[in-house]
């Protein structure tokens, strides 16, 4: 039975890379299949599932240096044989250029880019245990999911293109790289026009029901509400007045100036009712050519054709699921490999900076509220999470959690801040069964299976008979690891990044266990049932799941590149203990061991070797150090004992 298997007692070690390459291979055999590139899973091909599918090996390739595929004079053979089926060092980026080719030219209709949830979105079992259907327009309807994950798969796009363009020769290919980045361009400026028209503040009186439940869920001191609703406002004060800049899209309100005013905000689940359609500038003067590498000439600041903007239905009211969701993606909109290598026009930037705006207000919103009070307890450390709507779930809990961590990396929070969000983290591991055993009959199974169901409200505008849609979201063993890694890498304290790299290592044993073993997903992810009893099980492979997976892979491999926390305290003892080596040295010198003696002439040329790099060390990795003047300190001492004992030179 799945509740009697043991791998929680002993945490296994991620091994990113090694993991990633299977999974590359997996992904490969699954989807490569008679010289073509199968779209789908378990899921029907949809503008969301098949970027995940497609990123699965773009991401590592576009964001692990080591995986890179864009160079291929440089590509690594373990890449090559991973991705075998789909050719050599020059074949495999080519094959990967015309399957990206195939999903832009996919999702477009006449023009306009197409960001329809389409299969991932379902009914209430109610509703279709009655016999209820969605409707086309339901199906189709452009969601914040799509625009997110567009964003993240236009610019891996844009730019791999850019690089593996320097080694192209023939005009053809060149030309193909040129039509594809214009179409990874014209989406990506579409789904961020749509990110701007689908944030969405929602402002509210204290005194109604969800400022009620506000209010009861950042209160933890027995404070009266008007003194919280006050106290609040002040904390959100310079917040409240950021608002003014909030000029294009979705988003602006002029209601906050009320003192018995409160609000959120965040992205609804699609574009907003009423939103306003964004108009795109032309660059000053006109398009802006930049000569690219091998003297080819591109026009890269133009306005890219995204077609109509049309209208929006969702609710104007703040989602936790698709604020995180969007936040993660605009957050690749100013990343170091985007700004290094340039990968957005001048509009493109101009859209950027009004989403980053919104990206900067939804941060300081929601750590303000997660950590508001006088710092005893935490709202966040008091879980479940309440929405304003009244609904309680650890998976709220851990979507507040996502936004305070982006907060604390923006703010570089002190390592107490981030220990405590480390403990939530923990907690929401425990409960939901991740690190802590399953017993038949524990609600944490719901965290995984259904997961958190999530009304889209205003779907119902497109259907006949009112019939509102549901999406879907069981991600939380996934965005724990990456959660938990990307907080290990924020912490300075030796023994707290140990403490949460030993919970990511648990939650690894458990996503691990979660694979797929037979059928065409073998090795993919996600197979629930394989720990928790009663839940169907899977042959195909989850793209949403796998993908999410391979995010927290790539964060714990990006980690795992850096250099480990020096502990200063081990810098000191490193530099007493050369001190005396060297010491010990400089006397067997003085003596003349070596003196007639090449036996003793090699070992203290060894012993200096040592030394020597122990010193160049000793600040950036002292414990390596500290082992090399041990090893050196041994063989003083050897010398020492031998000349003691009266015993010959060596």
């Excluded at 060092?89 to 209709?109: C, Q, W």
């Excluded at 100036?257 to 965040?266: A, P, R, S, Y």
């Excluded at 054709?305 to 936790?320: F, R, S, V």
């Excluded at 929601?366 to 879980?383: N, Y």
Aim: proline share 4%.
């Amino acid at each position: 039975m799945a509740c009697e298997r043991r791998w929680w007692c002993t945490p296994v070690r991620i091994e990113p890379r090694q993991q990633l390459l299977e999974t590359w291979r997996a992904t490969v055999q699954s989807s490569w299949r008679d010289g073509e590139w199968r779209w789908g899973g378990r899921d029907e091909p949809n503008s969301i599932s098949d970027a995940e599918q497609l990123l699965c090996i773009l991401l590592p390739a576009t964001q692990i240096p080591a995986f890179g595929l864009d160079r291929p004079n440089v590509t690594a053979d373990a890449m090559l044989a991973a991705l075998k089926p789909l050719g050599n060092e020059k074949t495999i980026p080519l094959n990967l250029v015309r399957i990206a080719t195939d999903y832009f030219t996919r999702y477009s209709e006449d023009g306009r880019p197409v960001f329809s949830g389409g299969s991932y979105y379902s009914l209430r079992a109610e509703d279709a245990e009655q016999g209820a259907k969605l409707s086309e327009d339901q199906r189709s309807r452009d969601i914040v999911d799509s625009f997110a994950i567009s964003v993240t798969l236009s610019l891996a796009t844009i730019g791999f293109v850019r690089i593996f363009r320097q080694s192209v020769r023939r005009l053809d290919v060149r030309q193909e790289l040129r039509a594809l980045e214009r179409m990874a361009s014209a989406r990506l400026t579409a789904a961020m026009v749509g990110l701007l028209r689908s944030f969405s503040t929602h402002v509210f009186e204290a005194s109604s029901a969800p400022g009620k439940v506000l209010v009861s869920t950042i209160s933890k001191s027995g404070v009266p509400p008007r003194q919280v609703v006050s106290e609040l406002r002040t904390a959100l004060q310079q917040t409240i007045a950021s608002f003014g800049e909030v000029l294009i899209g979705s988003g602006q309100t002029q209601d906050l100036d009320g003192e018995n005013q409160l609000f959120e905000c965040g992205w609804s689940w699609g574009v907003v009712d009423g939103a306003p359609t964004v108009t795109l500038e032309s660059p000053a003067g006109g398009d802006t050519t930049k000569v690219q590498p091998a003297g080819e000439s591109v026009t890269s600041d133009h306005v890219d054709e995204i077609g109509e903007q049309l209208d929006g239905i969702a609710e104007n009211k703040p989602y936790l699921y698709f604020t995180v969701v969007a936040v993660d993606a605009i957050e690749d909109l100013f990343s170091e490999r985007t700004r290094v290598l340039g990968l957005l026009n001048e509009e493109q930037q101009r859209l950027a900076r009004a989403l980053q705006l919104r990206w900067d207000l939804t941060l300081s919103y929601w750590s303000t509220l997660a950590t508001f009070g006088d710092g005893a307890v935490w709202p966040l450390e008091d879980p479940p999470w309440q929405t304003t709507d009244g609904q309680r779930s650890d998976y709220y809990t851990l979507l507040v959690t996502s936004i305070v961590v982006k907060d604390l990396v923006r703010r570089r929070g002190s390592d107490a801040r981030l220990a405590r969000v480390g403990t939530v983290l923990a907690d929401l591991a425990n409960e939901s069964r991740v690190t802590r055993t399953y017993q038949p009959g524990d609600s944490g199974l719901r965290l995984h299976s259904p997961g958190l169901s999530v009304t889209l409200l205003g779907s119902e505008k497109d259907s006949p008979d009112g019939v509102e849609t549901y999406w879907s979201v069981t991600e939380i063993a996934s965005l724990l690891l990456q959660r938990c890694v990307v907080i290990a890498g924020l912490l300075n304290d030796v023994e707290q990044r140990a403490r949460l790299l030993r919970l990511a290592d648990r939650i690894w044993g458990h996503l691990e266990v979660r694979r797929l073993v037979v059928g065409g997903g073998a090795k993919l992810w996600d197979q629930p049932a394989a720990l928790f009893d009663g839940l169907e099980t899977f042959e195909n492979p989850s793209w949403y799941y796998t993908e999410r997976v391979v995010q927290g892979l790539i964060s714990t491999a990006n980690l795992l590149s850096e250099e480990p926390i020096v502990n200063e305290r081990l810098v000191v003892r490193t530099f007493d203990m050369l001190y005396e080596a060297e010491h010990l040295y400089d006397m067997e010198r003085m003596r003349g061991s070596a003196d007639g003696s090449p036996g003793v002439e090699n070992v203290l040329t060894e012993i200096r070797i040592k030394l020597a790099r122990a010193r160049d060390i000793a600040r950036s990795r002292p414990a390596a150090a500290g082992a090399l003047v041990t090893s050196a300190l041994a063989s003083l001492d050897a010398l020492d004992a031998v000349r003691s004992d009266g015993s010959p030179a060596l």
